[in-house]
């Protein structure tokens, strides 16, 4: 379970919002031109015969599925009349949790620079269930995990691959939010009362609990949709660009969640931007390009995602306590720098042995604070020997 958990985690995953499998063989020449005979894609370059560029992305595909069309319980709930503004926001927040079929697209839709090649677009996909963690009111913690089966070359399907993936959490009207500043590090800023009155705070976790980004918005309501848009957010390179990208550093852009009938839909609108040492954008050439994504959340029909609660089940004390962490310390420093990129450094990899473990059903030896506190230190941050971390069963209910 170990191993395989780690492989998931490192081979189909990316950060905040967005999955994937392995890149296929040439990925790295994301900018190489494909010949025209490929199939063209929707916002692709049906003008240039050169411009049809093959994706990369997820080179595995899942069993079939049967996906649920008609209006969900949860659904009919956010239309009920005679709701407060409050209460319909809650509903479309905790709209979200459910049994889904998740397909993720990127597309790199205009390059700014002068010769600058088009990026190939991503698609990748996945399975999972998003739980409601926490509810308490004005904070609500959606947790996803990840249960994917997958169709070998021989044609049979493998045992579900299950692990962890992001967190997202919502608070109403917010004291403050903790906001990425570029290369690795992130800081806490307090908000003005008309900045968050009325709104509601979006923070996402990475797939270990650490910090990826954070913004704030309103939630609007129709009888066709529900929807929310965070301000501009700087966000940390998620792995399938970091994977193939070494030429900007922050994606800056807008995020936003709809709530459908039949499922919800996270849309992205990001810049790729260069920045100096200082942190600041490049004065020369801030942007490269901008890209649209989207990430279709589609609800399915009799899902089995036994082996995803049982994870989430035995874990979710414990990556509670990790996010508490997090948590005590930016109210403690305020600001943090990591040493580089979780993700690409494989600093996570003590954090999902010890769940590993506990999934397992086993006791690991190790008391959870230490392991907690040993790869919070190598990641870069500035602990405490003793002190400032969560136990392994004090979940942070509200923040």
Known sequence: MKTLTLLVSAFLLTTACAAGAAEPEGAAESKKAEGSAVTRYTFSWP?????????????????????DRSESAAWRALQEPGLSSFERDRRAILAMAGEYRVAFDFLEVV???????????????????????????????????????????????????????????WQYEPEAIVEYTGHHRWERRTLPRDQSAGRWSQTVYQVDESPRYASIGRWEHSPSFSTWLSAD??????????SVRKDYHVLIGTNRHTIVPWGWLQEENNLKAKLTDARQLDPAQPYLAREYGVARYERLEDPDFAAATRYYERTRAFWNAVRGSWIDLFERHGEITLRGAVDQQGLFVPLFEYADQLAAG??????????????????????????????????????
């Open 47 to 67: 003008l240039d015969a050169a411009g049809a560029l093959k994706p990369r992305g997820g080179t595995t595909r899942g069993p079939e599925v049967t996906i």
């Open 233 to 242: 957010t700087w966000r940390p390179l998620p792995r399938r660009e970091w």
């Open 111 to 169: 390059p700014f620079a002068t010769g600058e090649l088009r990026d190939r677009p991503y698609q990748s996909w996945g399975t999972e269930r998003v739980y409601v963690d926490i509810d308490d009111g004005r904070f609500i913690s959606l947790v996803h995990i990840l249960e994917m089966r997958v169709v070998k070359p021989d044609g049979s399907v493998s045992e579900p691959m299950v692990t962890k993936h992001w967190r997202q959490d």
């Open 362 to 399: 086993k006791t690991p030896e190790v008391p959870a604070p230490i392991v907690i506190r040993r790869a919070l230190a190598n990641m870069g941050v500035p602990v405490e020997p003793e002190t400032g971390f969560a136990d392994l069963g004090a979940v942070r209910e509200s923040r």
